[in-house]
């Protein structure tokens, strides 16, 4: 289910890229990170008293402008507001109240959002109310004094964040599967959800960046209900010139977090580049389900192994996503599209599957006679036992003796025997390795 949203807006230079690095740097995952994948700079993960949201960074906003930069960013701002389900509202206490922040309120109460007034740069608890006392007049209630540098106030801040998210935004699913289509640009993934539709429901355009936003197509396909999530291509960074588009990318990473399974598509000609790994690696680590389609598969000159070498180089270069299936297509020819879908269903089942407490337990207690656990200065790894605790990425807990000892490869292992028993094709598997007290 989709995240809540959290937006940082305000004029320049208040401070809202060091308050934005100071709450996503105070995130606890309860999972592993993967080494090297890594979200972009303007769009993070945060959580909260166990309440996780995403959090959008914006350039400072200058109202009144002709400077094609300035207002680029502006716009982007705007955009962020529009995806927001709270927005920071930051101003600087030291240098008061601005003509700047009036125009910047003007803009944010047409947005019927929730808006909470921050005075950052309050360094001093005992001048805060002589700090935040002029902004009381720009209409948004309380103002909430803090010091993103000095972490003053931020705990406190983070509780009325967390406030004012929707309820429903946690732990509900609907009953249609959502597929974000992502990939790069002009790759194919808008004429995809034309042919599946059998619709132009999408504009289709040979030029790069035709889609700007997310586009949502509800449609039925036996007897399931679908709906797919077209998104703006994301480019490589440096070829991101144009500022508006960098929030393309925040949308399209915003579709990953609100899908189910993500359809990564390819150009076969072209083959798996760096940027298709880093969008890979952002589904992978949204927990997401995944596959790989390779569209234009029409246009590969074949040999009698052409398709299982292809299949083996992506698995090879995407170690950390090769549950994902592969399948090769051609959109333009119609060619094997429909069973994109079934694949997409089998994916969503094995998500939600649910293994029992003894069969995991025998898998475990199998994979530890054939391969003992690391150790270190005569110090063993102990598995006691495992259970799974959630579904959607499928999650499992396992009470060790010492976390230090559970070494990746072993973890890896762990996860190919289960895997081995269970069919979760598709779909990562996450792990919690909770330590035994009194057992180190």
Known sequence: ????????????????????????????????????????????????????????DTGGIEVKTDDTIRSQMRDQAVMAMDMADVIIFMVDGKEGLTTA????????????????????????????YELVYDFYELGFGEPVPISSANMTNIGDLLDRIVEGFPDDEYGLHDESVNIAIIGK??????????A????????????????????????TYKDREYTLIDTAGLRKKSKVSDTIEKYSVVRAIAAIERCDVC?????????????DKKIAGYAHEAGKGMMIVVNKWDLIEKETNTMRDYDRRIKGELLFASYAPVLFVSVLNKVRIFEIIDRVARIEDARSQRITTGKLNSIIEDAVMM????????????????????TRPPLF????????LMHFSYSRYIENKIREHFDFEGTSIKFVWNEKRGER
């Open 1 to 56: 289910m989709s995240k809540p949203i959290l937006a940082i807006v305000g004029r320049p230079n208040v401070g809202k890229s060091t308050f934005f690095n100071r709450i996503i740097g105070e995130r606890r995952a309860i999972v592993e990170d993967v080494p090297g994948v890594t979200r972009d700079r303007i769009y993070a993960e945060a959580e909260w008293n166990g309440k996780e949201f995403a959090v959008i």
């Open 101 to 128: 922040d009036s125009e910047v309120a003007e803009m944010l109460r047409r947005t019927g959002k929730e808006v909470i007034l921050v005075v950052n740069k309050v360094d001093s608890p005992k001048k805060a």
């Open 185 to 194: 640009p002009n790759v194919g993934k808008s004429s995809l959800v034309n």
């Open 196 to 219: 599946l539709t059998k619709q132009n429901r999408v504009i289709v355009s040979p030029i790069a960046g035709t889609t700007r936003d997310t586009i949502d197509t509800p449609f």
């Open 263 to 275: 359809i990564l598509m390819i150009d076969a000609v072209e083959g798996l580049t760096e940027q």
């Open 371 to 390: 391969r003992q656990p690391p150790s270190d200065k005569g110090r063993r790894l102990k598995i006691y036992y495992g259970t799974q605790i959630g």
């Open 397 to 404: 807990s396992f009470s060790i003796n010492d976390r230090e």
